[in-house]
């Protein structure tokens, strides 16, 4: 069985570009959840979708945002790059219904560059 | 703000010798998992305690959820160097909407 996988592996962008990282869930997977960290830290939740709905959001602003698509691979967009958003974004899928109790699988993850 | 603290923040060990890292949240969680990241890797799921006062074992791993269900700990028995990595504990906050947090994480290396 695939495991959760992400795209691009790395990513380089400049300050004011956007970013786009792209996420596959694992297969009857439904919830897709995406996480930032920054280097040496710990996980800072950004986006919970489940059935194509956004379910809940953390503490980022707007220009973090995402979506999720009918085959619940997700996309998450990130506008007007700044220096401090370089860091590696995670995806993480489990089994529907709200993740409170199911396990979250990680992907590898995407190293965004901001320079 | 509503946060899960783990202490503590790093834990060096030699070899042979118990680890232990708490996790410690202001608000009631529903359940709490725990999560193990490798140098390098993504987090993978270790375990989930629901029920208040659960303790599950994992060979050198003990896990245990406090009665209030607000604290929880991982206890590592004779580490070895393949322990090395950081600890995550994750649960869901009862604060009336869905909120799902990740502990701080306790960074453990071991010494040879």
């Known amino acids: 069985e695939a495991g959760v996988t992400q795209s691009p592996t790395h990513l380089i962008k400049t300050r004011g570009q956007q970013a786009t990282l792209r996420c596959s869930p694992i297969?009857?997977?439904?919830?897709v959840y995406w996480y930032q960290q920054a280097l040496g830290l710990g996980l800072q939740f950004l986006l919970w979708?489940?059935?194509?709905?956004?379910?809940n959001r953390g503490n980022f602003p707007p220009r973090f945002s995402g979506r999720q698509f009918p085959n619940y691979s997700s996309e998450l967009n990130v506008n007007a790059l700044e220096l401090e958003d370089s860091a590696l974004y995670l995806c993480?899928?489990?089994?529907?219904?709200?993740?409170?109790?199911?396990?979250?699988?990680f992907g590898p993850g995407t190293r965004l560059t901001v320079l | 703000g509503q946060q899960v603290m783990q202490i503590p923040q790093y834990q060096h060990v030699q070899e042979g010798e118990d680890f232990t890292t708490y996790c410690n949240s202001s608000?009631?969680?529903?359940?709490i998992q725990w999560y193990k990241q490798r140098p390098g890797g993504h987090p993978v799921f270790l375990i989930q305690?629901?029920?208040?006062?659960e303790v599950k074992k994992q060979k050198r791993l003990t896990f245990q959820f406090g009665e209030a269900k607000k604290n929880s700990s991982l206890h590592i028995t004779a580490t070895q160097t393949t322990d090395v990595g950081t600890y995550f504990c994750?649960?869901?906050?009862?604060?009336?909407?869905?909120?799902?947090?990740f502990g701080t994480g306790t960074r453990l290396k071991v010494l040879a």
């Open positions: 993480a899928s489990s089994l529907n219904g709200g993740g409170s109790y199911n396990e979250q699988f």
């Open positions: 297969s009857g997977h439904t919830s």
């Open positions: 979708y489940d059935e194509g709905e956004e379910r």
């Open positions: 608000t009631t969680l529903s359940n």
């Open positions: 305690l629901v029920k208040s006062g």
């Open positions: 994750a649960g869901v906050l009862i604060s009336g909407t869905y909120k799902y947090i």
